[in-house]
């Protein structure tokens, strides 16, 4: 069983922890536009999201690497960059709907979600658990269930 | 004797305050019997250890149990309990 | 460099230029960082008795050694200036992520000299730095300068500005972060506003860096789980956020009601944090780097009041519910809105509002005067309106904008100001509480609950319960509690964090940050140090020992209901003990042997 990272909007606060805590892990110090992961705001609406890799599938970032830096490992389903084969052409940064691929201008190359090798420190390290390190499956129903109370909530009146 | 509840407390017992007929003679057997009464949940958040949290605020008549005589302070049946789970601010 | 960024920038108003120089890095390893560093930059480059209002007074922006790392709730920043409520020295701490911003930018401090000649706004991109023309901005709300400085800047810049209340120098503006997070206090929005400074708008894209990186992790990380498993910290906060206090504070006889008159309000539920939570709440907020999420994402939906935004505070909620006589909370809720709005803080506005009703109703002025407002107690619609009008410094808001003591002072009642240095008063009682008394009276930026929090343990019991009555035990708490304190704010993290952590977490925390050995004795050396050199500050400005007191109410006039009935301050028998403990003599004064003791060259 596979593993994913699961986003709960509604309950982030928009405390952008998980930016210190990535970049901290990958780079050793705390520099947001180094970070893998990151937290949109709309203040006005006291409201935030944080975004970051989705490892898809069918990646288009994977599908677009000319030199195959980027792949996708049947195993463990996750999207991996190896750094020695990047050319640093930003075709994934181009490709990427969600802006998973990140082209950082000061280490002059690209950064992506790894997981952190399998223990995704944004993860460990969210105070409000908005974002979950678990089984894609258990995850998918986490959503059904949810999902599912709001019907009962409507009809069960 | 009455008996007021704060924050968490409300959503547990379902009620702000209520009137509590069965005797109890200290701020313990009351704790005591309202555990019992609401379970669980309810110890959670007033009980360590098997003794009444330091950090929880029972006061009595609008004094604080702490600065009584804590689990022994007696209670009289016209008394006004009041309990806040522990909660701060600033 | 670790934890500093070593870099300061300078920015000349009167001439429009801007320079950077090295951090004074003895200063930074002695007086920390934002609180403590800034009032040391102004000891040694302003001559405290300035008229705060003009181009010769200094405004610095600063964070902190433990701003922007992984350090709980590390999303602090000060502005540290002469307060114009005041006339003490102001150190106004906000959160949001203002403050990270500016260190990613590369900058621990910016220090404003002089006056612009026009509105302008400062925009830093990193080394860029630009002054830059506000004239269209001059006269917009908080919200609105924020969303038009990021149109014209970067989508995801930090705003800091002020709001009409600034611009016209109302002595209790405020300066606003990322919308609703306020620098509030003494009166530091009139110090932008004063400058025809506008807005400061900032966005970084560097590193902040550590001196040990596995022991800071573990450090920071060991932080984060007590404040976590903590059940104020952890838990509590974020359901309720700090307004669960004003049912505590009612119930023990504490809540300041109707301008200090009782300690007790009737319907206070109806303005407390389970109310909130119930009819307003959308969602807990944070703070940059923070564990605890106090913050208030709330809407209301009474057509009456409606708005978005956060909060309230339980200050806020205290001075637009209790101590205005008024239990509506929608209405509560709005005022704080229009106070972020319009840049005006919260608690000066609340108290300075329930001093106008008092007057109101002892006749000193009319609703001629008032423009047809009717001040009584209670009405929640005249709170809201006085509110806005203050805010906007426009018809008898002007008035309110002077803050309370001098309003009080112009209709011949100072003492019904409920305030100490001329800031007013937060939302706990004196008189049912010694200890947060003496602190009030003690609090080198004038009164303020966020010096010397002792509410924790003379009402909370956190960590340990203190009796609230006693005089005897409260010169040493409100001490120690100060010092912690003073270190804390100037670390660049959250005061809340003590409900989880004290000075040995944030010895470790700040020993594997910058590389430099603190002890836990340091920790609590350096807040003695830097609030002795607030207090010597202040005495070069020109208060004295007589205005370390309360008003002659807190005093003299026992609480005549509630649980703390028939109780007054006894500060006087608390305030002698207290200067002994700091090594201050009988006039208050630090001795030379204290000032030795610390490092202080006075």
């Known amino acids: 069983m596979a593993k994913m990272l699961v986003l709960h909007a509604a309950k982030c606060t928009g405390c952008q922890s998980c930016e210190l805590a990535c970049s901290f892990e990958h780079e050793g110090i705390f520099r947001p536009d180094a970070s893998r992961i990151h937290v949109y705001k709309w203040e006005a609406e006291s409201f935030s999201v944080p975004m970051m890799c989705q490892q898809c599938r069918d990646a288009a970032c994977v599908t677009v690497c000319t030199p195959h830096a980027l792949t ?8 991996g960059l190896s750094e020695d084969k990047c050319i640093g052409c930003k075709m994934c940064v181009q490709a990427c709907p969600f802006g998973g691929a990140i082209w950082d201008e000061i280490s002059s190359r690209i950064m992506k979600c790894d997981t952190c090798g399998g223990d995704p420190a944004c993860a460990r390290i969210c105070p409000t658990g908005a974002i979950e390190w678990v089984d894609d499956v258990a995850a998918v129903r986490e959503r059904k269930r949810g999902f599912a109370e709001k019907f009962k909530e409507a009809f069960s009146e | 004797m009455k008996v007021r509840y704060f924050a968490l407390l409300r959503d547990i017992t379902g009620c702000k305050e209520e009137e509590w007929t069965r005797p109890a003679d200290t701020v313990g057997g009351l704790i005591h019997d309202l555990v019992a009464r609401y379970g669980s949940s309810f110890e959670r958040w007033v009980m360590k250890d098997g003794k009444i949290w330091d950090l929880v605020m029972i006061l009595v008549n609008g004094r604080d149990v702490r600065q009584m005589s804590g689990f022994e302070t007696p209670l009289k049946p016209d008394d006004t309990i009041v309990i806040f789970p522990p909660v701060g601010g600033g | 460099m670790y934890a500093w960024q070593g870099k300061v920038l300078r920015v000349d108003l009167t001439r429009g230029t801007f320079s950077t120089e090295p951090l004074r890095t003895d200063w930074a390893k002695t007086y920390v960082g934002a609180r403590g560093l800034g009032t040391k930059y102004m000891y040694e480059e302003v001559d405290p008795t300035v008229d705060p209002l003009s181009p010769e007074n200094k405004m610095i922006m600063l964070s902190g050694p433990l701003t922007a790392t992984f350090a709980p709730c590390g999303g602090r920043y000060e502005v540290v200036t ?3 409520l005041t006339g003490a020295i102001a150190a106004a701490n906000s959160g949001g992520a203002f403050g990270p911003e500016l260190k990613f930018a590369g900058y621990d401090a910016i220090i404003f000299e002089g006056k612009a000649e026009k509105p302008v706004y400062l925009w830093i991109k990193d080394d860029k730095v630009e002054i830059r023309d506000a004239g269209a901005l001059w006269g917009k709300n908080v919200p609105e ?30 300066i606003m972060n990322d919308h609703h997070r306020a620098a509030g206090r003494s009166g ?20 902040v860096q550590v001196a040990d990186q596995k022991g800071f992790y573990e450090a920071c990380l060991a932080a984060r789980e007590k404040i976590k498993a903590h059940p104020v910290g952890g838990t509590g906060l974020r359901m309720y956020g700090t307004n669960v206090l004003t049912n505590i504070l009612n119930e023990v006889g504490g809540y300041p009601t109707n301008n200090f008159q009782t300690g007790t309000f009737a319907n206070a539920d109806a303005v407390g944090g389970e109310t909130v939570a119930d009819k307003q709440l959308e969602r807990p907020r944070g703070c940059y780097g923070c564990v605890i999420s106090c913050g208030r994402g709330t809407k209301v939906t009474n057509p009456k009041y409606a708005g978005e935004g956060e909060g309230p505070e339980y200050e806020s ?7 205005c006589g008024v239990d509506d909370i929608d209405a ?6 229009i106070c972020n709005e ?8 609340g108290s300075t509002i329930a001093c106008a009703m008092e007057l109101y109703e002892k006749g000193c002025f009319t609703k001629e005067d008032t423009g047809g407002i009717d001040l009584s107690f209670g009405n929640a619609e005249a709170m809201v309106e006085i509110t806005r009008l203050t805010g906007l410094v426009e018809g008898f808001g002007k008035e309110l904008a002077q803050g309370s003591y001098r309003m009080a002072e112009k209709y011949g009642h100072p003492e019904l100001s409920m305030s100490v240095k001329k800031q007013e008063i937060p939302a706990y009682d004196p008189r049912a509480v010694q200890g947060i008394g003496l602190n009030y009276a003690t609090a080198n930026c004038g009164a303020a609950h966020v010096r010397g929090y002792t509410i924790s343990p003379e009402v909370l019991g956190v960590p340990v319960k203190v009796d609230k009555d006693d005089i005897e035990s409260k010169p040493g708490l409100v ?20 409900f989880g952590i004290g000075a040995d977490e944030y010895a470790a925390m700040m020993t594997t940050a910058t590389g430099t050995t603190y002890s836990t004795d340091d920790i609590m050396t350096c807040g003695d140090r830097i609030f002795t050199l607030e207090r010597l500050w202040n005495l070069k400005a020109g208060l004295t020992k007589a205005d370390d007191t309360l008003p002659p109410r807190l005093l003299n006039e026992a609480l005549t209901e509630g649980n703390s009935k028939g109780a007054v301050s006894h500060l006087d028998q608390m305030l002698p003990a207290y200067y002994e403990l700091r090594g201050w003599d009988a006039d208050g004064v630090p001795t030379p042997a204290k000032l030795e003791e610390l490092g202080i060259q006075a």
Do not use: H
């Open chain 3, 188 to 207: 530091v929005g009139a110090v932008m506003g004063a400058k025809n400074l506008k807005a400061v708008v900032v966005k970084g894209s560097g590193a």
């Open chain 3, 342 to 349: 319009l840049g005006l803080d919260t608690i000066s506005m």
């Open chain 1, 72 to 79: 996708r490992d049947p195993v463990t389903g996750l999207v």
């Open chain 3, 145 to 174: 300068t924020t969303d038009a400085l990021r149109e014209v800047t970067d989508p995801d810049a930090r705003v800091a500005c002020i709001g009409p209340a600034g611009e016209k120098l109302s002595l209790i503006a405020s």
């Open chain 3, 317 to 323: 909620a205290w001075g637009f519910g209790g101590d």
């Open chain 3, 332 to 337: 509560v809720t709005k005022a704080n809105y």
């Open chain 3, 479 to 498: 001490k120690t509690f100060q010092d912690l304190t003073a270190t804390i704010d100037s670390s660049g993290a959250c005061l809340f964090t003590t």
């Open chain 3, 82 to 84: 002469k307060g114009p």
